[in-house]
């Protein structure tokens, strides 16, 4: 650890770091204009399936946040970057909410699947079609993996065993670009010039945020808000960086020890 | 060619898949595999002992006899091995009462199976039936239970239909054991009881039997490793995939 770089970047997570669904974590708009006020670059990474950058950017916009459009970065752009990089042409079995943030791309003959939460989609139908694209040799990029999410009817399935259906169906493994991967901590920082060793991510899910953040060579500060339970700390290793009660006191830290 | 002969000795009996090998489902119940019809007549009046043995789970076993008897085959359904009966039995041994995730058509089959409170969930080929909603329910059901039990009829990855490629059963059997963290308990091919109850059917030991059929894994590596010998026809879902060729 001595020979830590200075530090030049900050990612940070929003539900659950920045606010907890419509409210905004004490103090936290206060805390990013400080952070601001230093010589760090800022980024905002979230996993979401469904909801567009535009629909992030209203609300953070309502809970009086000082965040622009092309600081965030979330599973859907990750997704759209690995699109454009292929040249390929996907089928998106995302929710119709998340349409905006791959409008321009060219999605007529579809040679790639896009998969995220969808469950109107989810139909065995559209999987055969998406099955048999994916027999042809179509790459199969998943959203992410989540096996479940809470809803207000209870439990309900998540993409990850539509995923999977498909990965058996046709001995293949998709690609995924959200939070946990490392590709996805590394596409966030692509073009601020900034090397893993010189950020660090800020955020509740202790494997997701702060597990692989560590992983692709970040420093990663877990805080005790959103969805964070006790103990939470151990479930990685190596432990995180530091963890802390919320968004603010992880900002004091970085002021007073890592610039 | 003689070692035809050869690979072909002692065998007494013939195991044979039907979707894909006598026939591909389709509109109207499907089409016989030209030359199919004839050939299991050959082999009627052959010495060999011949038992069907599918993983066919959208249709009872009365109504697919019916479908091939229309299509012009000679098969009764006392020659027929199939998941669905082999399942009932295992449910009435354990004293399982499942919810089930199967297509209407198969629904006959547990018209004696108490349904009640379920305590385990049976997934089968249910076409359009998998719907979000409908293994959204699924999944719940399992999450509820304290010992997970989740039956699939086969495990296939996908078969052929006169439109084209469909997904199987074993797609989202492994949805849900991915979502639930459970092992499935597969009945029906590639499960070695599944074979042997096809064998005892016909009075033949592993070893005189040939399985026919077209899907490399489900048909020719599961009766392969029940010490049959097996081979792969070029119908059905057959796809010429390099490096399928070298397995065993």
Known sequence: MAARRALKAVLVDLNGTLHIEDAAVPGSQEALKRLRSTSVMVRFVTNTTKESKQDLLERLKKLEFDISEDEIFTSLTAARSLVEQKQVRPMLLVDDRALPDFKGIETSDPNAVVIGLAPEHFHYQTLNQAFRLLLDGAPLIAIHKARYYKRKDGLALGPGPFVTALEYATDTKATVVGKPEKTFFLEALRGTGCEPEEAVMIGDDCRDDVGGAQNAGMRGILVKTGKYRAADEEKINPAPYLTCESFPHAVDHILQHLL | ?248
């Open chain 2, 1 to 248: 060619m003689a070692v035809w002969s050869e690979r072909l000795a002692g065998v007494r009996g013939v195991l044979l898949d039907i979707s894909g090998v006598l026939y591909d489902f389709g509109p109207g119940g499907g089409t016989p595999i030209p030359g199919s019809v004839e050939a299991v007549a050959r082999l009627k009046r052959s010495h060999l002992k011949v038992r069907f043995c599918t993983n066919e789970s959208q249709k009872s076993r009365g109504e697919l006899v019916r479908l091939l008897r229309r299509l012009g085959f000679d098969i009764s359904e006392d020659e027929v091995t199939s998941p669905a009966p082999a399942t009932c039995q295992v449910l009435k041994e354990r004293g399982l009462r499942p919810h089930l995730l199967i297509h209407e058509g198969l629904r006959s089959e547990f018209d004696e199976i108490d349904m009640s409170n379920p305590n385990c969930v049976v997934i089968a080929d249910a076409g359009e039936g998998f719907s979000y909603q409908n293994m959204n329910k699924a999944f719940q059901v399992l999450m509820e239970l304290e010992n997970p039990v989740l039956i699939s009829l086969g495990k296939g990855r996908y078969y052929k239909e006169t439109s084209g490629l469909m997904l199987d059963v074993g797609p989202y059997m492994k949805a849900l054991e991915y979502a639930c963290g459970v092992e499935a308990e597969v009945v029906g091919k590639p499960s070695p009881e599944f074979f042997s109850a096809a064998l005892r059917a016909i009075g033949v030991e592993a070893h005189q039997a040939i399985m026919i059929g077209d899907d490399i894994v489900g048909d020719v590596g599961g009766a392969q490793r029940c010490g049959m010998r097996a081979l792969q026809v070029r119908t059905g879902k057959f796809r010429s995939v390099p490096g399928w060729a070298h397995l065993p």
